[in-house]
């Protein structure tokens, strides 16, 4: 069980680097580099923006490139896994921090 949790906690992290190996592999491909944009992503999938009363803000999502979207994303999932990790721990007594129990001979 704790290996399918750090798995699944690993899966966030590599989808920036495979959105990038998309756009070098398109790069390769073409000869010309076209970041995909996250406004685009979001665009194409019919996923709502995000809106902010900021006009800065708005212009920063429609310009930012999608490895930093999937990036600031994928942090809250990492952080639950380590936190389902450590949960499983404590859960079945593999916790190393804990100090073994001593019986009453001891």
């Known amino acids: 069980m704790r290996r399918v949790v750090a798995f699944i906690t690993g899966l966030p992290i590599f ?3 495979a959105v990038m190996l998309w756009e070098l592999y398109n790069w390769l491909e073409t000869g010309a ?3 995909i944009r996250l406004g685009k992503f979001l665009d194409h999938w019919v996923i709502a923006r995000p809106f902010t009363p900021f006009v800065d803000i708005n212009r920063f999502i429609d310009w930012a490139p999608l490895t930093l979207g999937v990036f600031v994303a994928s942090i809250p999932f990492v952080y639950l896994g380590f936190y389902l990790l450590r949960l ?3 859960l079945t007594r593999r916790n190393p921090d804990r100090l073994p129990e001593r019986g009453p001979l001891h």
Do not use: E, I, R
């Open 15 to 17: 989808a920036g680097p």
């Open 33 to 35: 580099w076209a970041p």
């Open 88 to 90: 499983y721990d404590l």
